[in-house]
């Protein structure tokens, strides 16, 4: 059983949609929820992360998760072109242990 | 806004041959991390180091791996004899020392093509 799973898409959105994003993890034992964003050919830059269950908040994104469903997402709202990207979902600790990456397409 | 710095951002190195991998995290990070992807494939943890020493690493970082802070700010990724199978993005990363998450920063990677 993989231990973070992520549909890779792409996912394709007009300008303005809200996106959503998905993971689901198997470890109980994961403490650390991280979603990054990568460009082609460049490292992950991280957006947000939590410790806990519930919502976390910064301008257009918004970070969830469910502890008991061992389920993480993303929200994206009023998406932009330059959202385009992938985003990658990561749980654990010191160590990450990341999902297969969703491509994201916003078109203008 | 402090960066992880990785040079060379692309090395190509022949089959068999050692190669060096250099990395600057964050000046006032303790956690170090190596890091690799595939073309195509998930990012995936090798090790990661603290106080001097390696505190975890995967089943990828065999003996033909190895890890050095040989001075205050360089952390170096060393593969003895380089296979083909190598070929991958290395990612360096670094984490502040209270909370393992926090500021959890990647670099831009060195890409390593084995021929």
């Known amino acids: 059983q993989k231990e973070v799973e992520q549909d890779p898409g792409p996912l394709s959105v007009p300008e303005g949609a809200i996106v959503s994003l998905n993971c689901t993890y198997s470890?109980?034992?994961?403490?650390?929820f991280m979603w990054y964003r990568q460009y082609s050919r460049k490292g992950p830059e991280l957006l947000m992360y939590?410790?806990?269950?519930g919502n976390k908040e910064d301008g257009r994104f918004t970070a969830q998760v469910d502890k008991s469903s061992k389920y993480i997402s993303l929200f994206i709202r009023d998406s932009q072109p330059s959202d385009s990207a992938t985003y990658l979902c990561?749980?654990?600790?010191?160590?990450?242990?990341f999902g297969a990456g969703t491509i994201l397409r916003v078109k203008s | 806004e402090p960066e992880v710095t990785q040079t060379p951002s692309h090395q190509v190195t022949q089959m068999g041959q050692e190669v060096i991998l250099r990395c600057v995290p964050i000046?006032?990070?303790?956690?170090f991390y190596w890091y690799r992807q595939i073309l195509g494939q998930k990012v995936e943890f090798l090790v990661s180091?603290?106080?001097?020493?390696?505190?975890?690493k995967s089943e990828i970082f065999d003996d033909q791996f190895s890890v050095e802070r040989p001075d205050g700010s360089n952390f170096t990724l060393k593969i003895r004899s380089t296979k083909l199978e190598d070929s991958a993005m290395y990612f360096c990363?670094?984490?502040?020392?209270?909370?393992?998450?926090?500021?959890?920063?990647f670099g831009s990677g060195t890409r390593l093509t084995v021929v």
């Open positions: 990363a670094s984490s502040k020392k209270d909370r393992g998450v926090d500021g959890y920063t």
């Open positions: 470890n109980s034992a994961f403490q650390y």
């Open positions: 000046s006032n990070h303790l956690y």
């Open positions: 180091f603290y106080n001097n020493e390696i505190s975890e």
């Open positions: 939590t410790y806990s269950s």
């Open positions: 990561a749980a654990g600790g010191n160590k990450l242990v």
